[in-house]
Structure formats: structure tokens, C-alpha cells
């Protein structure tokens, strides 16, 4: 397969699974043994492609925090997404002192994703007829911060899903519920996106030797996918659950343990 044909198809897998709550960690896991592995630099720039395409989504919450700062409402939005932020990255600093790392191979990853997809499913069931609020609690942002860590320390959580099920648990809608998260994902994963570039050109003693056309042409095609699938589940949840998604990652789940238990996925992954 041609490099650019892998770097295209790497793109649209990051730009789909980053944000939605399939894990983005499985879906590599599967493609990455067919695919050419590429370095965690490259992995890191797309992810941030992915991450950066979807702030126009949110002009409206953007524009106030530029322009209405001032005012109580957009001021106690704020301070909950510092507070999330906050606890993610105390925790992630933590975890990395602690070298706290669980493997990234199939088993711990389908387990992941089968009992996040029975959560979902579950979940969803629980609220039915419920009256949610769309008011993020301080209790949400402290909840969807340790969200993030969960998903960190266990590969195949998935961040958005994580953080979606816990403030969904906490009475937030949908709507409410997608929107802080995604919110307080964008400065979490570029954060960490960028001590990994610091530390890569560090560790390199310069620029990294990189094919870098190949990674602008991931960076790009994972931006424009993410963006229209953002935008896609930004309506979707409106009018949706999030049933079906706890399928798929059931399905993703037994698809990865029947490609374990033939042998096509090696126990470790990079």
C-alpha cells in the first residue's frame, strides 16, 4: 500500500474516533496491523488536527469566552472547565511520576470498550423519561475531570465516552453533556499533544526526522474528517441516545477478542 494511501486512511480513522466515544485507542489497535505503524509524533500532530478542527463548532461558547468574560454565566463556565482541566492534568502528572501505564494490548482494550458499550446502553435505559438539566454542575466538572484520567489509565475507555457517561450519570443532557466535554478535550489534548512534540524534538536533540508531507497530509484529512463528524453529532444528540454507540463498542469489543484469539493482533501494541 502507498504511504499516502495509509497516511489518508490513519486520518479518517483519528478524525472519526477522537472525539465520538468508540475509543480512538481500539480502532488504531485493529488498523495498525495491517497499516505501517507510524511514530507517536505523527500520531500526536494528527490528533491535533483532529482537536483544533472542531473549535469553530463552537463559535457561540468561544465568542463569549473572548468577548463576555466579564459576565457571571460565561465566568462560571469557565472556572468548571478550569477545574476539569485542572484535575486532568494534577492527575496526568501524578500518574506519569507513578509511571502509571496499563498495556496497550488487545485484551485490557476489548475489555474496555465491552463494558463502556454495556454502560452506555445501561445508562441510557436508567435515564428514559428522566428530565435532565442542561446545567453543568461543579460536581459534572470534577466528575468529567477524573473522567479524563480514567480514559488516560485505561486504554480503550475512550475520553468523550468517559466523560459523556459520567455527567449523563450526574443528571446533565445530552446536549449539555457532549458540549463540556468536547470543551474541556480541546486544551487537555493539546496540552498533552504539546509536551509530546517538546520532549520528542528533545529527545532528538532538534527536529525529529520525520516524512513530514506525509504528516501535514494526516493532519489535515484527520481536521476535515473530525470536523464533519463533530458537527454530525453535535445535531445527532439532539434528537438522540447514545445506545447506539454502546453497540458498536460491543461489536468493536468482539471483534478485537476474535482477532486476538486467532492470533492477528499481537499482545502488545505501539
Given at each position: 500500500?502507498?504511504?499516502?494511501?495509509?497516511?489518508?486512511?490513519?486520518?479518517?480513522?483519528?478524525?472519526?474516533?477522537?472525539?465520538?466515544?468508540?475509543?480512538?485507542?481500539?480502532?488504531?489497535?485493529?488498523?495498525?496491523?495491517?497499516?505501517?505503524?507510524?511514530?507517536?509524533?505523527?500520531?500526536?500532530?494528527?490528533?491535533?488536527?483532529?482537536v483544533l478542527a472542531v473549535i469553530p463548532l463552537f463559535k457561540t461558547r468561544v465568542s463569549q469566552f473572548?468577548?463576555?468574560?466579564?459576565?457571571?454565566?460565561?465566568?462560571?463556565?469557565?472556572?468548571?472547565?478550569?477545574?476539569?482541566?485542572?484535575?486532568?492534568?494534577?492527575?496526568?502528572?501524578?500518574?506519569?511520576?507513578?509511571?502509571?501505564?496499563?498495556?496497550?494490548?488487545?485484551?485490557?482494550?476489548?475489555?474496555?470498550?465491552?463494558?463502556?458499550?454495556?454502560?452506555?446502553?445501561?445508562?441510557?435505559?436508567?435515564?428514559?423519561?428522566?428530565?435532565?438539566?442542561?446545567?453543568?454542575?461543579?460536581?459534572?466538572?470534577?466528575?468529567?475531570?477524573?473522567?479524563?484520567?480514567?480514559?488516560?489509565?485505561?486504554?480503550?475507555?475512550?475520553?468523550?465516552?468517559?466523560?459523556i457517561l459520567l455527567a449523563l450519570i450526574l443528571g446533565i443532557n445530552r446536549v449539555a453533556a457532549t458540549?463540556?466535554?468536547?470543551?474541556?478535550?480541546?486544551?487537555?489534548?493539546?496540552?498533552?499533544?504539546?509536551?509530546?512534540?517538546?520532549?520528542?524534538?528533545?529527545?532528538?536533540?532538534?527536529?525529529?526526522?520525520?516524512?513530514?508531507?506525509?504528516?501535514?497530509?494526516?493532519?489535515?484529512?484527520?481536521?476535515?474528517?473530525?470536523?464533519?463528524?463533530?458537527?454530525?453529532?453535535?445535531?445527532?444528540?439532539?434528537?438522540?441516545?447514545?445506545?447506539?454507540?454502546?453497540?458498536?463498542?460491543?461489536?468493536?469489543?468482539?471483534?478485537?477478542?476474535?482477532?486476538?484469539?486467532?492470533?492477528?493482533?499481537?499482545?502488545?501494541?505501539?
Open positions: 500500500m502507498p504511504d499516502w494511501l495509509a497516511i489518508i486512511l490513519l486520518g479518517i480513522i483519528e478524525g472519526i474516533s477522537e472525539f465520538l466515544p468508540i475509543s480512538s485507542t481500539g480502532h488504531l489497535l485493529i488498523v495498525e496491523h495491517w497499516l505501517p505503524s507510524q511514530s507517536d509524533l505523527f500520531n500526536i500532530v494528527i490528533q491535533s488536527g483532529a473572548l468577548f463576555q468574560w466579564q459576565q457571571p454565566a460565561t465566568r462560571d463556565y469557565l472556572g468548571k472547565l478550569a477545574v476539569a482541566f485542572g484535575i486532568t492534568g494534577a492527575g496526568g502528572v501524578l500518574m506519569e511520576k507513578m509511571h502509571f501505564k496499563l498495556p496497550d494490548n488487545a485484551v485490557p482494550i476489548a475489555l474496555a470498550l465491552l463494558i463502556g458499550g454495556i454502560a452506555f446502553i445501561l445508562v441510557e435505559r436508567g435515564l428514559k423519561g428522566r428530565q435532565l438539566s442542561s446545567d453543568v454542575t461543579w460536581t459534572v466538572a470534577v466528575a468529567v475531570g477524573l473522567g479524563q484520567l480514567l480514559a488516560a489509565g485505561f486504554p480503550g475507555t475512550s475520553r468523550s465516552g468517559a466523560t458540549e463540556f466535554t468536547f470543551l474541556v478535550g480541546i486544551p487537555t489534548m493539546l496540552a498533552a499533544g504539546g509536551l509530546k512534540i517538546v520532549s520528542a524534538i528533545f529527545k532528538t536533540h532538534g527536529a525529529p526526522t520525520e516524512n513530514w508531507s506525509m504528516v501535514v497530509l494526516g493532519f489535515f484529512v484527520s481536521a476535515v474528517v473530525s470536523f464533519v463528524v463533530v458537527k454530525w453529532l453535535l445535531r445527532y444528540v439532539q434528537t438522540h441516545t447514545f445506545v447506539a454507540f454502546g453497540y458498536y463498542r460491543i461489536a468493536l469489543a468482539a471483534f478485537v477478542f476474535i482477532l486476538w484469539s486467532a492470533g492477528h493482533l499481537p499482545p502488545g501494541h505501539h
